[in-house]
């Protein structure tokens, strides 16, 4: 359906290309340097957590392998750098003194970064919180908004002058529903309303933060990180209809007209009932801040069903080794809505930040990762966004999730998303067959 032979010309020049990963998920070091536990620490202890019972206590080792990492990075070719500040590493316990090592090391990144000429995107909150936060309420407590604004600041004073663009928190669905409601990510909840409390908490402390940030003159970019989907009826029926509306309330509207128009959607704050979180005068004004950009996390479709969960195996559609469905009109669907129902209502340029697949990749006998299936995920992906594009979406730039094979939260290292191998046993990195193809793609200059 894509034209599979797009190439970099035909996207704009100033265009952003990078690839992403996450403090956690790649970094290792658990406790090097004075680095306090974070949430997933604790989390990966717990049994049945993670698919491998592993845990990120090394994971890439990224902490150590950092610049053979960033060559590699500058190597592809790619604009920019989308990463993540573990807060346990810059603060142990999440209040209180700062640790000078942890923020050596990101000031060491940072600074590698701009010497190979990669633009640094930060990430202040990819889910790892302190322990020593979790243990006074985490992000149920409002006490750990006004943490994570004092970090925040910090950050920002440290590495505002040089980072390009600083999100504020990855995905904050994922922490507060798969994180307190359904309890299969840290910390490992199981209660709406506290999901509900902790997504009111993460959008305030985006809201403050930035606004505090920009006060003490940080010209960097600002926005938020948000996993969003199309969503679609499993069925025709009029109850999967329904089902549709709800999902889509609660998982992209609840989000995304919170921080665009200061309102939850009144008719899902009634349907919440008591569930509804605890908000303070001035609470939802002070999360609409305007935005630089919002960045979109896409992977799949999701298919509602008022009745049992939809089968995606089942119709013979092509599936990632997470079972999640390849889809790329998905992410032009997503885009056009989001332009047709928000353009008008302060809706921010916008960045893929995350797009990528999981597949079972193994080193062959000739040292090559023959990734064929991701590379044609990205081709279509990538086109997809074109395509969008084309039809008026604003969007200024695309990330691949994931450079490195890394921590795949509660799927451990059974899940591969890299488009560099990694053996664990070695650190040996391995570029695939789709680090090659985009760094191909990369280069093509237009004619
Ligand atoms: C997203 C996360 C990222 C990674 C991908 C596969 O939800 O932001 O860390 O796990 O999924």
Redesign the pocket.
Known sequence: MFNADISKSAFPADFTWGVAT?AF?IEGAADADGKGPSIWDDFCKLPGTVADASDGRVACDHYHLWEQDLDMIANLGVDAYRFSVSWPRVQALGHGAFNEAGFAFYQRLVDGMLSRGLKPYLTLN?WDLPSALQAEGGWESRTTVQHFVAYAKEVARRLGDRVVSIATH??PW?VAVLGHEQGCFAPGKKSRASALQVAHHLFLAHGLSITAMRAQGCKADMGIVL?LSPIEPATDSDADREAVRQADGNGLRWYVEALLRGEYPAEFWTAMGADVPTVLPGDMQAMRVPMDFLGI?Y?TRVKASAGAPYDVKSGGLEVTDMGWEVYPQGITNLLLRLHRDYAAKGLPPLIIT?N?AAFADTVSADGQVHDAPRVRYLQDHFAAVHEAMRQGVHVDGYFV??LLDNF??ASGYEKR?GIVHVDYATQQRTLKQSAFWYRDFLRCQPS
């Open positions: 996450s998920q990819h990855n995905e994922i996993n996390n992977y995350e990528g999730w994931s795949e939260w998303f």
